[in-house]
């Protein structure tokens, strides 16, 4: 019997099982509905929070790089008017989206609440990716070819040496070392595994229950990887360069490194009571 994920926290984080209704506090692109036509479609899920300065340049780069991607932006209602140019965007093609919500509630429960619309509306491949322009929309090809024979991509700062640009040794220390105890307490062998330039293929999407992922911060990525993984999924890792952000503000922060810490192992005793 599965337990009742209510008790836990983080509840008003978590999105409620798929319904034709949207979520309170989110307006849903009724546009996409129309759009979504399967047939090997992307949807890139570009989560933003006071991403004025970059969002105008990474959108119709990333959709430069193939006819089958889409883009939707899942905003939280940010404060620097990211929402009204996501808007504008959206107006000029049929191509872009916008999901809004009503504050900050996120990095995970908002590429949740994009998965469950692209889900919905039929795209078969379902891309994670920074707005701050941390991730060269060019890699989506690669990403376009891995996911043909594989269920999950994830891109690697760590797979053929270290390939982060301007970061401070201490911040490249922390999360070098992250992944190394993600690998060691929950065994995924994954070079990288608190990355957020992936994509998953709908079939791993639909096999996990978004009301349990728990994560929002960087275990966000560990959990999705691990659920994927014991879900008898296979997942690749494709190299690519990170470069950190020019503009806006890093919504890192010490609770995000702390939930991370802690939630390995929750993932590691869930997954070997076979609770997850
Ligand atoms: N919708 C939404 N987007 C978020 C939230 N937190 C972060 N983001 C976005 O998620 C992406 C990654 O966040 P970043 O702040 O760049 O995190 P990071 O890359 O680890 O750190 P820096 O690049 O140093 O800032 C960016 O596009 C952010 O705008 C959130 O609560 N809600
Ligand atoms: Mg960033």
Known sequence: MREDTTSTDAVDERVRPSTSEPRSGESRPEELRARASGGGRGLVVLPTFNERESLGSIVPRILEQDDRLDVLVVDDASPDGTGDLAEELAGRSDRIFVLHRSGQLGLGSAYLAGFRE???RGYDVLFEMDSDLSHDPA??????GAIESHDVVVGSRYLRGV???NWPMSRLLLSYAANKYARWVTGLRLTDSTAGFKCFRREVLEAIDFDR?????YAFQIEMNFRAWKG???IAEIPIVFVERAEGESKMSGRIVREAIWRVWWLRFKGIFGRL
């Open 163 to 165: 390939n982060v640009v």
């Open 139 to 144: 890699y989506l090809r690669d990403f376009l």
């Open 213 to 217: 992922v728990a994560s929002t911060g």
């Open 232 to 234: 008898g999924f296979d």
């Open 118 to 120: 692209g889900l919905e």
